[in-house]
């Protein structure tokens, strides 16, 4: 008989459940009988999700880190306690770092950085008192591979899988598991809602972009992060998960830890068509 997540985790709360890597995890954890809250910042948005019965839509404004946890605390209390957690919920900025007004690269980092780390911190509480649970927290294969013009996002996601690491090793020992999973570019419309700040257009930045571009365009569709999570939510161990196209997410890795760090600047500048 194959395992099913709601016979491990019944209850998940999923951020930005909305589009993209988001819904495909709600709607992967459904389909494995877990009843899911998901967040987005207007509910409207997750009407079709609503038709599960099992699916309960939260609206969850992550600008507001004390509101965000207090909605968190809620939604919390409604399910008897989450087995299950991901942190998913993000957003892109494409600018110049120096360029760019300092405000706009701050108010990412809060947002996608110390905000998530809140609700990591509020969820962690409740986990270990029960000592049952699984926290993720989606970070970026932009943890190792820096997406240009894009600094706040790979710092944020550099963060998240520092914060992750930590927690592995704070929660051995223990029912808790932490999973940080690390998906490459996929076919969403993340680089559709990317924003992108006034200012002057450098030739470099337009390559970049139109690189950018086509690999999300190209890249594997959502449903196949959402199986790699499963699989490693049913190994019932703390880790890394690497997803997306081979290259990103196995043979990049690879590369990298075999060649010098030069070596992979080299190739990252070639990949986005950089000088």
Same mark, same amino acid.
């Given at each position: 008989?194959?395992?099913?997540?709601?016979?491990?985790?019944?209850?998940?709360?999923?951020?930005?459940?909305?589009?993209?890597?988001?819904?495909?995890?709600?709607?992967?954890?459904?389909?494995?009988?877990?009843?899911?809250?998901?967040?987005?910042?207007? +509910?409207?948005?997750?009407?079709?999700?609503?038709?599960?019965?099992?699916?309960?839509?939260?609206?969850?404004?992550?600008?507001?880190?004390?509101?965000?946890?207090?909605?968190?605390?809620?939604?919390?209390?409604?399910?008897?306690?989450?087995?299950?957690?991901? %942190? %998913?919920?993000?957003?892109?900025?494409?600018?110049?770092?120096?360029?760019?007004?300092?405000?706009?690269?701050?108010?990412?980092?809060?947002?996608?950085?110390? %905000?998530?780390?809140?609700?990591?911190?509020?969820?962690?509480?409740?986990?270990?008192?029960?000592?049952?649970?699984?926290?993720? %927290?989606?970070?970026?294969?932009?943890?190792?591979?820096?997406?240009?013009?894009? $600094?706040?996002?790979?710092?944020?996601?550099?963060?998240?899988?520092?914060?992750?690491?930590?927690?592995?090793?704070? +929660?051995?020992? +223990?029912?808790?598991?932490?999973?940080?999973?690390?998906?490459?570019?996929?076919? +969403?419309?993340?680089?559709?809602?990317?924003?992108?700040?006034?200012?002057?257009?450098? /030739?470099?930045?337009?390559?970049?972009?139109?690189?950018?571009?086509?690999?999300?365009?190209?890249?594997?569709?959502?449903?196949?992060?959402?199986?790699?999570?499963?699989?490693?939510?049913?190994?019932?161990? $703390?880790?890394?998960?690497?997803?997306?196209?081979?290259?990103?997410?196995?043979?990049?890795?690879?590369?990298?830890?075999?060649? $010098?760090?030069?070596?992979?600047?080299?190739?990252?500048?070639?990949?986005?068509?950089? /000088?």
């Amino acid at each position: 008989m194959n395992a099913r997540l709601a016979d491990i985790y019944p209850t998940a709360f999923v951020t930005g459940a909305s589009t993209g890597l988001g819904r495909a995890f709600a709607e992967m954890l459904l389909a494995d009988g877990v009843r899911v809250w998901g967040t987005t910042r207007d +509910t409207a948005r997750l009407t079709e999700l609503a038709k599960d019965k099992n699916f309960t839509p939260v609206a969850l404004e992550l600008r507001d880190g004390a509101a965000a946890e207090k909605g968190f605390l809620a939604a919390d209390a409604a399910a008897g306690g989450f087995a299950l957690i991901i %942190n %998913n919920a993000g957003y892109g900025v494409f600018g110049d770092f120096a360029a760019t007004d300092f405000a706009v690269w701050q108010e990412q980092l809060g947002v996608m950085l110390l %905000n998530t780390a809140r609700l990591s911190h509020a969820a962690l509480r409740g986990m270990r008192a029960r000592n049952h649970g699984a926290l993720v %927290n989606i970070s970026s294969l932009a943890a190792e591979f820096p997406l240009p013009f894009q $600094s706040a996002y790979n710092m944020a996601k550099a963060g998240l899988t520092a914060l992750n690491e930590s927690l592995m090793i704070e +929660t051995a020992g +223990t029912g808790v598991i932490v999973l940080d999973v690390r998906p490459g570019d996929y076919r +969403t419309d993340f680089e559709g809602s990317v924003r992108r700040p006034p200012g002057a257009a450098t /030739p470099a930045m337009a390559r970049a972009w139109a690189a950018f571009g086509k690999m999300m365009e190209t890249g594997p569709e959502p449903t196949h992060a959402a199986a790699a999570l499963r699989r490693a939510l049913l190994r019932r161990r $703390s880790g890394t998960v690497r997803c997306g196209r081979f290259f990103q997410a196995v043979l990049a890795p690879l590369l990298a830890r075999l060649g $010098s760090l030069p070596v992979r600047r080299r190739v990252q500048a070639r990949y986005f068509d950089l /000088p």
